[in-house]
């Protein structure tokens, strides 16, 4: 089995559970109005991540491109896991993409990124959804 389609299947299992957890949350009355419970950020969530489709080139070239430049290893925040559809805190700084990064991948201009725990994470900045997890 190919390891995208294994992460592909690991991706749809986490928001299965996810889907299935906020179903479960919402019937038994529960408040999800606390921002830091780990359930709150599941159930905030969009539901329409929008997907960059990338091929495994393009995902090593731009995780080589981004993990040559940072000199700080940011860790994640406690609580914070690093999937796509995840609301990034704003304790996470975003950077633009760099120009080669845009150059070999167009369809990632109006995305910024961040690196943490050695991931590079591709981020729409209006709403701080992570779109795409490289590592």
């Known amino acids: 089995m190919s390891r995208s389609v294994r992460r592909f299947g690991s991706v749809a299992a986490v928001l299965l559970a996810a889907a299935i957890a906020v179903g479960y949350a919402d019937a038994q009355g529960e408040d999800k109005s606390s921002k830091d419970s780990p359930a709150a950020t599941a159930a905030d969530a969009p539901r329409d991540v929008p997907s960059l489709e990338l091929s495994q080139s393009q995902r090593e070239a731009i995780y ?20 796509v559809g995840a609301h990034v805190p704003d304790s ?3 950077e633009p993409l760099p120009k080669a990064v845009v150059e070999l991948v167009p369809k990632t201009v109006d995305y910024e990124y961040a690196f943490v725990a050695n991931q590079v994470l591709i981020v729409e900045p209006r709403s701080r959804t992570v779109v795409e997890v490289i590592h």
């Open 64 to 83: 080589q491109s981004i993990s040559n430049r940072q000199a700080k290893k940011d860790t994640a925040p406690i609580g914070f896991r690093a999937t």
């Open 92 to 94: 996470i700084k975003l």
